[in-house]
């Protein structure tokens, strides 16, 4: 696959919360303090389906990718794609 055929983009997500300490059970009640955690990813599409978008942050010649990371699709608000200065000419 080659890099040129790929779309660079950024992934507005959603994300889980956790708290790691002994809170009143009314801090929970107030969606302010615990709620689901606004995320940007930002790389090469590799996939967009009903299960999942999959994004590369790095490529090689060899055809290889590294640092991925698989968003599941219900947790994806916004996917924008993004452009060199050469594409937008």
Same mark, same amino acid.
């Given at each position: ?8 983009? +950024?992934? +507005?997500? &959603? ?7 002994? &809170?009143?059970?009314? /801090? ?16 090469? &599409?590799?996939? /967009?389906?009903? +299960? ?6 790095? &490529? ?30």
């Amino acid at each position: 696959m080659a890099k040129e055929t790929l779309r660079r983009v +950024e992934v +507005e997500w &959603l994300d889980s919360a956790t708290q790691m300490q002994w &809170l009143p059970l009314t /801090h929970y009640l107030d969606p302010r303090r615990i709620g689901p955690l606004p995320c940007t990813s930002v790389g090469y &599409l590799m996939r /967009h389906d009903d +299960e999942a978008v999959v994004v590369v942050q790095s &490529l090689a010649e060899n055809d290889s990718a590294a640092d991925s990371i698989s968003i599941p699709t219900a947790c994806v608000q916004k996917i924008r794609r993004l452009y060199t200065r050469a594409e937008v000419k």
